[in-house]
C-alpha cells in the first residue's frame, strides 16, 4: 500500500539558529513579511489565522514600544507539541521571536509558560539568558524574558494571556481592538504560538517556496501533531497538511479506531463513516495538532462528558452563555442519560450550543459546540443508552 | 515585620511594584508556602499598593494559586480524557488509601495534598501526576506509591 502520509522535518531539524538571524538581520522587516506572507504560513496554535499579516499589522502601527509574545500556555486537552518543541529546540523558539521583533519593530519578548511546564524553567531561563547575551553582542535590540501562568486553560486565549501577564484575571478581552493594535500594556504586540515561531525561522532559513510547496492550497507546509488515545504510536509527528483521516488512521490507528477527536476537547469528533471524506487542515477539519483516536471499547458518553466537565472548570465565568452554557450542557447529558429527561432533551441543548457559540466572547465558550454536536450527532444512542 | 512580610517585600524587590509584578509575586509565595494565606495576601495588597480584593480576586481566579491551606507537596494527577482512559482512577484510589485521605483534602501532619488536575499536556504518556513541579509520566499505582515514598523521605 502507498504509504500517503509525508513525514517532515522542519521543526525538530538541527540548524545554526544564529546564522539564520544574522542573515535575517541584513534584510528589510518588508522583506522577512513578504516571505512569511509569500510561505502561506498561518498560525499554529489552533486559531489558523496568516502569520505574514499579522506581523504585517504589528509592523505598522506606530509606536514607541511594541512586544513580541510566545504563546506557550499550551492547554488544550490532547496537545503536547509545544513543550516537546521547547525541551528540543528551545534556541529555534526564541530566534523566531527574535525574527518577529526585527519584522514588526519590537525590543522585547516574553515567552509566556503554563504552570504546568514549569519543570522547564530553570532550563529555559539558562537559555534565554545566553540568547539575550548573543542579541547584545550582535548589537540588536532584542531581550527575551519568560513569564509563568498558574493554571488557567482560558489564558491560551490571546487577550486572556496579556491580562494575565498584566496582573489581573484572565479573563479576555472584547475584540477589537486586536493585539496587534493594543496589546500588552495597551501596546502593539505579537502573539504567535510556540510552533508558529519556529516556523516563520526555518522559513527565513530554507526561503518559502520549500513551505509552500508542502500541503494544500488553504493549508500549506507542515504541522507537528500531538497524537494520543487508542494508538499503538502515540507521540509527536511532523506531517505534511491536508492528509485524509483515511489515511491518517491507517498509519496511527489500531485497527479498531471508532472516532478521532481532531483539534483537541473544543474541535470534532469524527466518526468512522467519515474518516475517507475528511481532510485535515484549514479546507476539512483545522487542529492546533491534536488527535486522538479512540476505539470501539471506548463509551462517547464518557468522553463527552470529560470534555464537557473540563469545559464548566474552565470557563472564565465572565460571559453568561459560557459560563451557564457549560453547566447545563453537562448538567444536561447526565439528566438524559439517567432518564430524567427524555432524549428528546438533546435537541434543546443543541441549540443552547448554538446560542452559545454566537453570544460568546471569547473561543472557549464559542467551541463547545464542536465537540458537543459532533459527538450528539454522530453517537446520539450512546448518550442515551 | 512578621516573616511572611519580609517574604513579599523581598518578592517585590526581585519583581517589582508595579500591577504587572502580582502573578511573579504571587506565583513566589506559592512556590515557597504551597498556598496563599490571608496575611500572605494582606501583605502583598500593601507592597503592591492594591486592595486586598483585588489581590485575592486576582489569585482566586487561577488553579495553580491556592487561597487553602495545602500540603508541603502538592500532588496533582491528571484526569482528562487520555490519562482517563489509561487507569488515572487508580492511581488516586490508591494514593487515597495509602495517604488516608481523599480527593482533595490534606493530610493532617500537612506533608502532602491530594489533587486532580486538567490536562497536563502528556496525552502520550498517561497516566500522568505533577509533584510540585515535578512531573512523572506513564506511572503505575505501584511507581505512584513509591514516588510518595520518595517525598515522604525528602520532607520533614
Sequence with gaps: MENKIKKVDLIFEKVDHLAILDKSFK??????ILDVIDSGLRGRGGAGFPTGLKWKFGKNEESDQKYVICNADEGEPGTFKDREILTNVPEKVLSGMALCGKAIGATEGYIYLRAEYNFLLPMLHEKMKEFNKQMKDRNFEFTVFVRSGSGAYVCGEETALMESMEGHRGEPRNKPPFPTQHGYLGQPTSINNVETLVFALMIANH???????????DSRGSKVFSISGDTPKAGIYELE????LED????????????????GASGFCVARKHFKETLIGFEGIPTGGSMMLFNSSRSMFNILHDYLEFFEEESCGQCSPCRIGCQQLLKGIEAVKKGAKSPLYLNELQKLSETMKIASKCGLGQSVGNPFNSIINNFREEIIY | MTRIEEFVKEQADIHGRERSSLMPVLQAVVQSERFLSEDAMVA??????????????????YTF????????????VCKTITCHMKGKDAIIATLEEMLKIKL???TSDGKFSLLQANCLGWCH????MLVNDEIFPEITPEKAVEVVREYLKKTK
Design chain 1, 241 to 244: 497538511l491536508g492528509m485524509s
Design chain 1, 248 to 263: 491518517f488512521v491507517n498509519e496511527f490507528g489500531d485497527g479498531d479506531t471508532k472516532a478521532v477527536q481532531v483539534g
Design chain 1, 27 to 32: 534584510r528589510t522587516s518588508d522583506e522577512i
Design chain 2, 125 to 128: 504518556k498517561g497516566p500522568v
Design chain 2, 104 to 106: 482533595g483534602d490534606t
Design chain 1, 207 to 217: 526561503g518559502p517556496k520549500m513551505f509552500k510547496e508542502l500541503g494544500t492550497f
Design chain 2, 44 to 61: 502583598i495588597a500593601t507592597e503592591l499598593d492594591l486592595s486586598t480584593a483585588d489581590v485575592y480576586g486576582t489569585a482566586s481566579f
Design chain 2, 65 to 76: 494559586l491556592d487561597t487553602v491551606p495545602r500540603g508541603k507537596n502538592i500532588i496533582r
